[in-house]
T-cell receptor, first 115, second 113 residues
Framework: GAGVSQSPSNKVTEKGKDVELRCDPI?????LYWYRQSLGQGLEFLIY????????KSGLPSDRFSAERTGGSVSTLTIQRTQQEDSAVYLC?????????????FGPGTRLTVL | AQSVTQLGSHVSVSEGALVLLRCNYS??????LFWYVQYPNQGLQLLLK??????LVKGINGFEAEFKKSETSFHLTKPSAHMSDAAEYFC???????????FGDGTTLTVKP
């Protein structure tokens, strides 16, 4: 079956531009997560969706970051006015139910480079 | 809030040697614990998880981990390393109601021939 997919796989943008990253979770998975992985760093939690609502947005680094999820499926992470420190791999994961005890299935990530 | 610490950002072992990757957690309530592996140029995948059943958990590819409440640890072991085990390993912790897991900084495992 299809896993979690993310697009684009790579994105190079100029400082100050807006970018949109897309995540398609596994069909039927109600929970969806966004993480950021910088070079040599662990996974930094950004936001978590249960259905279309986001009970936990605590990890969004600034108000330049926003995310939405529609139809309990696809999610987009938007970064406005990108900065060089936003360069990282952005990972999306989904799980069958709550992520407390359920396995998270990860996508391959989007590598964002801000010049 | 829960947290996890992985001791040693890089571990190097010889092929056939014991693999031991350390993870300590902090949680005020009983935790759920996970180990994920990220092979080069691939996404993370679950190795094993502890959800308050048996304290010794067996996972894929011959890995296992033991939950030790007294030591707040969940170390990952494999008796004999293979070259194919070279990857980055992440420990994660969650608690009931959190809805999400908190990940450690990862440990890169190198296997020498």
């Amino acid at each position: 079956g299809a896993g979690v997919s993310q697009s684009p796989s790579n994105k190079v943008t100029e400082k100050g531009k807006d970018v949109e990253l897309r995540c398609d979770p596994i069909s039927g998975h109600t929970a969806l997560y966004w993480y950021r992985q910088s070079l040599g760093q662990g996974l930094e939690f950004l936001i978590y969706f249960q259905g279309n609502s986001a009970p936990d947005k605590s990890g969004l680094p600034s108000d330049r970051f926003s995310a939405e999820r529609t139809g309990g499926s696809v999610s987009t992470l938007t970064i406005q006015r990108t900065q060089q420190e936003d360069s990282a791999v952005y990972l999306c994961a989904s799980s069958r139910g709550r992520g407390d005890y359920n396995e998270q299935f990860f996508g391959p990530g989007t590598r964002l480079t801000v010049l | 809030a829960q947290s996890v610490t992985q001791l040693g950002s890089h571990v190097s072992v010889s092929e056939g040697a014991l693999v031991l990757l350390r993870c300590n957690y902090s949680s005020s309530v009983p935790p759920y614990l996970f180990w994920y592996v990220q092979y080069p140029n691939q996404g993370l995948q679950l190795l094993l998880k502890y959800t308050s059943a048996a304290t010794l958990v067996k996972g894929i590819n011959g890995f296992e981990a033991e939950f030790k409440k007294s030591e707040t640890s969940f170390h990952l072991t494999k008796p004999s390393a293979h070259m194919s085990d070279a990857a980055e390993y992440f420990c994660a912790v969650s608690v009931s109601g959190a809805g999400k897991s908190t990940f450690g900084d990862g440990t890169t495992l190198t296997v020498k021939p």
